[in-house]
């Protein structure tokens, strides 16, 4: 099966680099976060969970990383204005992998956070946003439903997904035009 974070990952890279600022929104192991430290000057990097700020820290290290933000923080009620505008932003929703699958995101906190920084994004700016229909279909359906009624003069939302198996996951990729 296509692995969804490479995925994005190639998609991000699209446009020419380096990008000022980036925001990883589900740090988990760092895995989005050390990739956005590579094609971004600045990187904030948030999670509720103590484990995944301390496991992205230590991949960081092993890799001599320097240029990220890493804040126990949630998404949905973070002052972004403390920061500078967004180039680029990736939620991987669901569950730390490894970690206690009862802790997960939420379509209510992730579209609250996506109230709060849709308006702080360069006009060019890209979000990504992985979600997993199997591990919680409503979560998936209300976010989806919520980028559909984003307005179309300011934004492009392109849906990216594997039709040929059920409740696969899938990327929804935003794009601010104005």
């Given at each position: 099966?296509?692995k969804?974070?490479?995925?994005?990952h190639?998609y991000?890279?699209?446009?020419?680099?380096?990008y000022p600022f980036?925001?990883?929104?589900?740090?988990?192991?760092?895995?989005?976060?050390?990739y956005?430290?590579s094609?971004h000057?600045q990187v904030l990097s948030?999670?509720?969970?103590?484990?995944?700020?301390?496991?992205?820290?230590?991949l960081?290290q092993i890799?001599n990383i320097?240029?990220?933000?890493?804040l126990?923080?949630?998404?949905s009620?973070f002052?972004y204005?403390?920061?500078?505008q967004?180039?680029?932003?990736?939620y991987n929703?669901?569950?730390l992998?490894g970690g206690d699958k009862?802790?997960?995101?939420?379509?209510?906190?992730?579209i609250l956070?996506?109230?709060?920084v849709l308006?702080?994004?360069?006009?060019g700016?890209?979000?990504?946003?992985?979600l997993y229909?199997k591990?919680?279909?409503?979560e998936?359906?209300?976010v989806l439903?919520?980028?559909?009624?984003?307005d179309?003069?300011?934004?492009?939302v392109i849906?990216?997904s594997?039709?040929?198996?059920e409740?696969?996951?899938?990327i929804l990729?935003i794009t601010?035009?104005?």
């Open positions: 099966m296509i969804l974070t490479d995925l994005v190639q991000s890279s699209l446009r020419a680099t380096p980036a925001i990883d929104m589900t740090a988990g192991r760092g895995l989005d976060t050390k956005l430290a094609t000057h948030l999670d509720i969970q103590p484990l995944a700020i301390q496991s992205t820290k230590e960081l890799h320097h240029n990220v933000t890493l126990l923080a949630d998404h009620t002052d204005s403390k920061f500078p967004i180039d680029t932003v990736i929703l669901g569950y992998p009862t802790i997960r995101t939420s379509a209510h906190s992730t956070s996506l109230q709060l308006p702080r994004c360069n006009i700016s890209n979000i990504f946003i992985t229909p591990e919680n279909n409503d998936a359906n209300e439903r919520f980028c559909q009624r984003l179309g003069r300011l934004y492009d849906k990216i594997v039709v040929n198996k409740l696969a996951p899938f990729q601010k035009i104005l």
